[in-house]
């Protein structure tokens, strides 16, 4: 089967309206117990992300496959992204072709939490979005797995000025918390009443592993300790 980079607009619709109408229904049923028994997503934010799954009689490349929206911030709807419920599977995850430097996943859910707080919580992947947003934190959004850039930046900046830096807890994350913090100082941030605040996770955990196995109360702690180690060293 040919892979096609972007879906039309009408064919990114109709595959969403299935997905979301399938993962409730029999054939969604082991797509639902990874999501709420696996992944220990709410059912709210389930529904509120729009989650959906392909299921895998229908003759498309997404079939057999969780399907997950990105919208902007305005709820424009950009592209899909999926991963296969078989963990063997070729092509796992796979999303649409875009521009990812130019979106935060979640972003349209989080902004009011966002405005409201002053703060967002910068995570990478979509899982570690919903994950958290299931525990309260409805502040989180995810760089969709690239680097921070300037223009994700000067987007966040409109609705606050506090950034929290969760990135996972492997060479990877911290490779791309060292990127975020010389952008932040190689374009003199600071001076614009910006904080960009690095969370450190323990070696092997991203956001969504670590809150599972904590909680909430203790990740509310390390962004808290962050904060005070930030404060502390301006």
Not at 11 to 31: F, H, V
Not at 43 to 52: A, K, N, S, T, Y
Not at 64 to 76: E, L, M, S
Not at 221 to 233: P, Q
Request: glycine share 6%; net charge neutral.
């Amino acid at each position: 089967m040919a892979w096609v980079k972007r879906f039309s607009d009408a064919d990114r619709e109709k595959i969403l309206r299935l997905a979301k109408e399938t993962l409730r229904s029999e054939e969604g049923r082991e797509a639902l117990n990874y999501l709420t028994n696996v992944r220990k997503l709410s059912p709210q934010v389930i529904d509120q992300f729009e989650m959906g799954y392909c299921p895998e009689r229908v003759p498309h490349q997404v079939s057999g496959r969780i399907i997950t929206p990105i919208y902007d911030a305005h709820n424009n709807l950009i592209v899909l992204s999926t991963r296969h419920l078989d963990e063997s599977s070729d092509f796992r995850f796979w999303h649409e072709t875009f521009s990812k430097s130019l979106y935060f996943y979640g972003l349209n859910y989080a902004k009011r939490s966002i405005i409201k707080s002053r703060k967002a919580i910068i995570v990478e992947g979509e899982m570690d979005v919903a994950a958290l947003h299931s525990r309260g934190f409805t502040m989180t959004i995810g760089v969709c797995g690239s680097a921070l850039t300037l223009f994700q930046i000067s987007l966040l900046s409109k609705y606050c000025s506090s950034f929290y830096l969760m990135f996972d807890g492997d060479e990877a994350g911290k490779r791309a918390t060292a990127s975020a913090m010389e952008l932040y100082k190689k374009n003199d941030l600071d001076a614009h009443q910006l904080e960009f605040i690095p969370v450190n996770l323990e070696e092997g955990y991203d956001p969504d592993e670590y809150v599972k196995k904590y909680g909430r109360v203790k990740l509310r702690d390390k962004l808290v300790e962050a904060k005070e180690e930030y404060t502390n060293s301006v």
